[in-house]
Structures are given as C-alpha cells and as structure tokens.
C-alpha cells in the first residue's frame, strides 16, 4: 500500500480488519515498530476523534506526531498547476508536500468537500496533490469524499457486536441544520460492500448519494419500512448530491427517536460523531444501552493502528 487515501487501498480488507481487533486486545504490543518515525497530521478542517485517536495510534506504535492546522496556522495553498500566484495564496502545494516530507515519514491529512463545485470535490485536490508531490505516503483522516478510517472502525464495531451471521444494517439519512459532506455515509457504503450483511440506504427524495457509490445497492425512501427487523441502524446526514451541497429540507421527520427504534430487531444505534442531540437522532437514542457511538469512536484508533502499522511494516 503507497497511500491510504480509500477503503480500496487496503491490499486485505478483511486482514486489515482482523490486524485492527488483534491490536485492540494489546495496543502496545508493536510499540517499537514505528522507533525514529514521525507523522506529521495536517488539519484543513476542525477534529476531536480523529485528531486524537490517530495520535493515540501513533503513540502505541511508537511513532511521534507532529500536527499542524493548515487552515489557521500555514501559508494559504495554491493547488492549480501554472498559475501566477498574486493572490492570497502564498505556498504552491508542490514545495508544501515535498517541505513536509522531509520532516515526516507519513503524512494524514484531513480536508472536507468544499461543498460549492462537484467536480472540484470529487478531484479531492488536496488529497491528490499530496500524494502527487509528497515522497511520503498520504493517509485520508476525511477528504472531501471518504472518511476511510472512520468506515474501518465502524467495521470493527459492528463485528464486534453482531450476533448474528448476517445482520441487517441500515444506513439512515437524518437531518441537520448545516449542509454536511458525504464522505462518511460513502466510506460506510464503501465498507459494507466487504461485510456479510443485508445492507440498505434509506433517504429522502432528493437525497441519494453518488450512484456510483450505491450501484448494487438497495436504496429506499421509506425510512420506517426499512428500519423494521434492523440489527444496525447508523445515522448520518449529508446534503443533495444530485442538487450538490443543497439542504432540501429541515424538518425533524427523519430524526432517530425511539419509536423508531423499536421497529427495529432490538437494533444498535451508530452515527462517526460529532451528532446534534435532538436534531439528528433523539436524547433516548443515544443514551440508551443499545447505542454504540463511544464504542465507534473508541475503534478509531485501532483502525487507524491498523493502517499505520501496514504503512510501517512496508517501509
Ligand atoms: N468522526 C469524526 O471524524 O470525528 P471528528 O470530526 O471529531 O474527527
């Protein structure tokens, strides 16, 4: 593996999973393996778990982070090729990535969908760039379209809690007041295509996710009939795809209640976090015993233990 940038970077899946749960049981186990290696962690974009977790990954792998927020404290960058740079933009990415990769062994970085140009999000400009002109490899901590570390824990949290062979899973659109990227409900789709699962999409009208992404997939805009028999009910919102970066509605009829819930097979509630109380899903939902969003946020870091120590070990 070069760069961590999707899901399908992984060379094993499955192996990267399993590697992920064994890590759980001794975090530090492998704590010499990353000895004199540096991680430098770029932010373009706010992070609790993410920061956190993958530092803490880090540590248990030995490896020393630096973190730097590219919003408030770098240059500006410039990612256009040829350009005269009179304006705001101080830095061109080509001498940013190569700067960085002399100081780090890896590089993650996280940089949301602008949310305003479809195709520009979907070039992950950023993401690319880096990995175009870093001689280091690159780790997705959620670019504008996948938040792979974020699907890789939710795999561990959802094998370590089913109980049956072949849960049904629901990925539940819910609302939101702000318009909120796709990334995470992508990563999630990307990530049960590996599972053993029935797995379904309900949205409204408006709101389905980039075809590409759910070809094969069932996607329904029942949201009730769908949550019925679930073992799984994961919640996120994300704005129109197809009308891009729109809010089509700000209604509460999509939020988790509890009602809802009990349509379910006794199911488990997950969202990645952070989630608006009463807005997204109800205060009975997250505080029930059935709830496994501090669980999720716990797996982040042995997901993102998992594909460092792959990094490492590929030296
Ligand atoms: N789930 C997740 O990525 O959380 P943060 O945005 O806080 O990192």
Redesign the pocket.
Known sequence: MKHFITLADLPDFKETLSSAIELKKDATKFDSIGKGKTLGMLFFN??????LSTQKAAQNLGVHTMVMNFSNEAWALEFEDGTRMSGLRSEHVKEAAAVVSQYCDMVAIRAFASLTDKEKDEAEIVLKNFAKYASVPIINM?SATA?PL?GLADAITITEHQTIHRPKVVLTWAPHPKALPHA?GNSFTKMMNYMEADFIIAHPEGYALNPEITKGIKCVTNQEEALKGADFVYAKNWCSYEQYGQILRTDDEWMLTQEKMELTNNGKFMH???IRRNIVAADGVLDSPNSLVIKQ?EN?TYAAQAVLKQLLENG
């Open positions: 706010p992070s609790l778990r993410t920061r959620e938040h974020q995470v990645c976090l952070p946020s982040r």
